[in-house]
């Protein structure tokens, strides 16, 4: 599951039911500059990855360009602020239809989207893992006890698995239940808005236009309330029309978790996700309707730097490889992992994948590749996830613990939570997994904005934007310094986040404190200045 709006809109609309059904004042959005996510906290008092100073470090030195690939929902190959940062293949032709560099992935001249298939087609909405694993073993071991089954491992699984589903499930119902007439209720009062606003059916309204509006009764008055209850939660520069098509989605996302459709991979890739065989599947289309994502991701890591447009990406001198492997929904174990031996085959020294599942029915298949990408010395990074967990307590995948035993924390994979803006008990974002263990470092996450879809910017929370923006540090620093292997990528990173002791803040999905540096394996928050500085006296050792 990409790891992006849900969280925000859950949160959003019990916000909003208390401010709907309520005596609500009106609530003023919380401020913050576009790029505080690159700031110096000493010196423009947000936490911030010290970009600027940074620069200012190698200023005069030479870089050399370091190709990074984003798995996840696409890209937008047309957008401003990517025009000569995408890698190209330079043995593939364009639009000729044939495998020109004999790869097995005909025109892949970008990159390549493994939920594509014949005719355009997209497995672009899936169900969560746990529903497609449950509806898998239901029919062998539904009327079992643990007395009768004869493969005790595998009914071991299907307890969990059963678990998980019933949990997803009924936590589904109840959303949806409590969600809907909320629903109802925004696309209602947007009528209203736009009537008094002398707005067309299909336009849209923000923040200013509704501040601006100074309703006459005081049903209206709530109705104001209630948007400006929803613009301050999910960014004050999104639209009315952005809220409905997300609320929708995770409407239906919910709905799809209750009632899934078992058929759509078969329908749109044509493959088996339950089989690795070596054979190609997909299509070369990177631009998806749910694309906005990965183009989010792709911003932080390289958008064009100082064009007038857009953001300013972490890294000046990147080629971003899009791969797609995450629907809107659980990704499949064998995307995963053909993505990131193609991300390896192409050539990518960094890979960066923000998405998550709480189950990996095929996980052999994922460790193969990360240690296929150790073996050609890739860093991978790696989102901890918006559950408010501990992951030294509970799994999410992928990640660094080898079925095998072989790992537990290997050396070319970074693991990343979100921290917010201001030194503050909210340092931690509330809805970061942690683990002084399994999470490596903290990065910002919490209200950060990048190159949006059809659209200049969008601003969003998330580890899925914590964990580009170390990417983008990561590959900032091997731009200037090249012969770093993907170890010492890792110990740069992490050596870079100064452990913020005595700094207590709120566990994140709690109200108790606890001190920053027990949320995480650095205990800090990456740092792009420090990182150069630590770089600059190490001696590469990449081969």
């Known amino acids: 599951m990409i790891y992006k709006i849900p969280r925000a809109i859950a949160a959003a609309f019990c916000f909003c039911i208390c401010v709907y059904t309520a005596s609500a004042q009106q609530t003023t959005p919380v401020n913050l500059p576009t790029n505080w996510f690159s700031l110096d906290v000493t010196a423009d008092g947000y936490y911030g990855i ?70 355009a087609k997209c497995d672009c909405k899936e ?12 029919q062998k071991y539904q ?40 629903m109802n209720a925004m696309v209602k ?95 070369n289309i990177l631009k998806l309707d749910q694309s906005f994502h990965g183009n989010m991701v792709a911003g932080f890591i390289g ?27 659980d990704e499949y174990d064998k995307d995963v992992a053909n993505a990131i031996y193609y991300a390896v085959n192409n050539g990518a020294k960094i890979i960066n994948m923000s998405f998550g599942k709480k ?13 296929y990408a150790a073996a050609h010395d890739v860093l991978l990074v790696t989102a901890s996830g918006n559950d408010s967990q501990n992951l030294d307590d509970v799994q999410d995948f992928p990640n660094d613990t080898f079925l095998d035993g072989s790992s537990t924390d290997a050396d070319n994979v970074i693991n990343v939570g979100a921290s917010g ?20 470092v903290f990065a910002p996450g919490v209200k950060v904005t990048s190159v949006g879809l059809n659209k200049e910017t969008e601003t969003e929370d998330g580890t899925s934007f914590s964990s580009p923006i170390t990417a983008g540090v990561a590959a900032l620093v091997l731009e200037y310094y090249p012969d770093l292997s993907a170890r010492q990528l890792k110990q740069v990173l992490i050596q870079s986040a100064k452990p913020l002791t005595g700094f207590m803040v709120n566990r994140p999905g709690t109200t108790t404190t606890v001190d920053f540096t027990a949320l995480s394996k650095s205990g800090g928050i990456v740092n792009a200045y420090e990182a150069l500085m630590i770089a600059s006296t190490m001696k590469g050792e990449r081969k």
């Open 303 to 329: 958008a064009k730097r100082n064009n007038g447009y857009g953001i300013n990406g972490v890294a000046d001198n990147v080629r971003l490889m899009p791969i797609i492997a995450s629907p809107d929904g």
């Open 50 to 119: 010290s970009l600027d100073k940074a620069y200012n470090f190698v200023k005069g030195k030479r870089s050399k360009t370091v190709l990074v690939s984003i798995v996840d929902s696409g890209i937008d190959t047309a957008q401003a602020d990517f025009q000569g940062i995408l890698w190209t293949n330079p043995h593939e032709k364009a639009g000729n239809g044939k495998d020109d560099d004999k790869n097995g992935y005909a025109d892949d001249l970008h990159g390549w989207n493994f939920i594509g298939g014949p005719g």
């Open 359 to 371: 189950l990996s029915p095929h996980k052999e298949w994922v460790d193969g590749a990360f240690k």
């Open 143 to 182: 009327t079992l006890t643990d007395k009768t089954p004869t493969d005790k491992k595998e009914y071991a699984y299907w307890l969990h698995v059963q678990h998980l589903r019933d949990s997803s499930v009924n936590k589904a119902q109840t959303e949806l239940k409590q969600l809907t007439p909320i």
């Open 421 to 440: 803006p201001k030194a503050d008990k909210s340092l931690a974002a509330d809805f970061s997994n942690y683990g002084k263990k399994n999470v490596d």
């Open 189 to 283: 009062t947007s009528g209203i808005i736009k009537k008094t606003l002398k707005l067309q059916p299909s336009q849209s309204f923000g923040l200013t236009e509704v501040q601006r509006w100074t309703p006459q009764s005081d049903t209206l008055k709530d109705v104001k309330y209630l948007w400006i209850s929803m613009f301050t939660a999910l960014g004050s520069n999104t639209t009315s029309t952005k809220i409905l098509k997300d609320y929708s989605d995770y409407l239906a996302k919910l709905t799809s978790t209750i009632n899934p459709d078992l058929d759509i991979r078969k329908s749109t890739v044509g493959d088996d996700p339950n089989v690795q065989d070596g054979k190609v599947y997909g299509n």
């Open 127 to 138: 169900t969560l893992e746990e529903v497609r694993e449950y509806e898998r073993l239901k």
